[in-house]
């Protein structure tokens, strides 16, 4: 049982450079979410996917977009990374998004954009 | 700026002994509320959750919610090694799917 998968794991960026972080889940789920972690910040919501063809804007969405490319993909992309954007990524997902709900979290991805 | 606070520790306590983790939120709103245990360098996974005042208790565990002081509480009773993690704080707003505030989580050490 996977739950969810995030890839890669690691990744360098140069300043300037794109990539495209992806996140799957074999839940069923409806929602899914994209964090960021930060030493001293806590996890902070970058973009969330309500249900199949919805995205909202979390509370850091500066400097990403999201795709949620069916049920069961999420992704998240960096168009022109920054060094502010060196962090690491959790994709999450939960059965419906609402209250008093489970966050399943991916293993993350450790980003280094120099 | 709604925010969950916690002691970012470390907190250190003996084998067997009763390790107490706090929280503080700052929004009157909040009706959920959660712990996630982090350990270096995994993902957050559930521990515990609570939605109305008083005491809920799971194995070891017992998280504590009192709405009118706006603190939620853990607490690990007979701590292990193995409970040494990053424990993170996380309150949702009622009526606000999707959106939960985390805290800094609290760093607890479980000294053999």
């Known amino acids: 049982n996977a739950g969810v998968t995030q890839t890669p794991k690691f990744q360098v960026l140069k300043t300037g450079q794109s990539m495209t972080l992806q996140c799957a889940q074999d839940?069923?789920?409806?929602?899914m979410y994209w964090y960021r972690q930060d030493p001293g910040m806590g996890l902070r919501l970058i973009y969330y996917?309500?249900?199949?063809?919805?995205?909202d804007k979390g509370e850091v969405p500066n400097g990403y977009n999201v795709s949620r490319l069916n049920k069961r993909e999420f992704s998240l992309r960096l168009e022109s990374a920054a060094p502010s954007q060196t962090s690491v990524y959790f994709c999450?997902?939960?059965?419906?998004?609402?209250?008093?709900?489970?966050?399943?979290f991916g293993s993350g991805t450790q980003l280094s954009v120099l | 700026q709604k925010e969950v606070e916690q002691n970012s520790g470390p907190l250190s306590v003996p084998e067997g002994a009763i390790a107490s983790l706090n929280c503080t939120y700052s929004?009157?709103?909040?009706?959920?509320f959660f712990w996630y245990r982090q350990y270096s360098g995994k993902s957050p996974e559930l521990i515990m959750s609570?939605?109305?005042?008083g005491d809920k208790e799971d194995g070891r565990f017992t998280a504590q919610l009192n709405k009118a002081s706006q603190y939620v509480s853990l607490l690990i009773r007979d701590s292990q090694p193995s409970d040494s993690a990053t424990y993170l704080c996380?309150?949702?707003?009622?009526?606000?799917?999707?959106?939960?505030?985390f805290g800094k989580g609290t760093l607890l050490t479980v000294n053999p």
């Open positions: 839940m069923n789920h409806n929602s």
């Open positions: 609570i939605y109305s005042n």
């Open positions: 996380a309150v949702q707003r009622g009526g606000s799917n999707y959106k939960l505030t």
């Open positions: 929004d009157r709103g909040s009706q959920s």
């Open positions: 999450a997902s939960s059965e419906w998004g609402g209250t008093n709900e489970k966050l399943f």
């Open positions: 996917s309500a249900s199949e063809g919805t995205t």
